[in-house]
């Protein structure tokens, strides 16, 4: 089953707005990661965030993590429509396993 | 930063025959790769972990003999479709943790993904 879950699975905002997307997940994690990916291309990597970590940013992003809640969110802000693209929570359940990805929120930014 | 190059980015083949995707790691050794299939709007599944210098570590209900893994050095792993179908029809990436990925704690580099049609 699915370790990771996004919501919403797609979402619609106007430019300058801000995208907030939620992960879950159900085991523990040594870190969690967002991944960015334009259609029909490989994936990006956003931000990394430890178990230990409650709060990181990079640039306009910013990332929670609640692992009391094993949940954690990714806010965009000020989007620009250059954010539009499907992003995806993974949890990386063990050193040198794989990660388990969600199955990703469509971000659609309006100009 | 880490780079992966995966090639052939587009590829058409006729029902039967036999497709290579190769995924390179360039500037960073990955003992292990990471072989994804993905369908339209949805997330990535993992098909198999490939080990340099050993077999791939294929998920459940993933056909070894359909999709051959090899990794024969610390940068290259090929993943081949045997006797492809159009069902093979699908979008496949590779990824790869560079060596200090072993004690985790780092990301996933991708490659661009590979577009593969069966007619």
């Known amino acids: 089953s699915q370790q990771g879950e996004e919501d919403p699975q797609a979402l619609s905002i106007q430019e300058g707005e801000n995208a907030t997307m939620n992960c879950s997940y159900k085991?523990?994690?040594?870190?969690l990661q967002w991944y960015r990916q334009n259609s029909g291309r490989g994936l990006v990597h956003l931000i990394l965030?430890?178990?230990?970590?409650r709060e990181k940013h990079s640039g306009r992003l910013r990332v929670t993590l609640d692992t009391s809640k094993k949940s954690s969110s990714l806010l965009i802000t000020a989007s620009r429509a250059a954010d539009t693209a499907s992003y995806f929570c993974a949890t990386d359940v063990g050193y040198g396993q794989n990660f388990v990805f969600g199955p990703g929120t469509r971000l659609s930014v309006l100009p | 930063g880490a780079v992966v190059s995966q090639h052939p980015s587009r590829v058409i083949c006729k029902s039967g025959t036999s497709v290579k995707i190769e995924c390179r790691s360039l500037d960073f050794q990955a003992t292990t790769m990471f072989w994804y299939r993905q369908f339209p709007k949805q997330s990535l599944m993992l098909m198999a972990t490939s080990n340099e210098g050993s077999k791939a570590t294929y998920e459940q209900g993933v056909e070894k003999d359909k999709f051959l893994i090899n990794h024969a050095s610390l940068t290259l792993s090929t993943l081949t479709v045997t006797s492809a179908h159009p069902e093979d029809s699908s979008f496949y990436i590779c990824?790869?943790?560079?060596?200090?990925?072993?004690?985790?704690?780092?990301?996933?580099?991708f490659g661009n993904g590979t577009r593969l049609t069966v007619t």
């Open positions: 085991t523990s994690i040594n870190n």
């Open positions: 990824s790869a943790r560079d060596e200090w990925g072993r004690v985790g704690n780092s990301p996933l580099h």
């Open positions: 965030i430890r178990s230990n970590e």
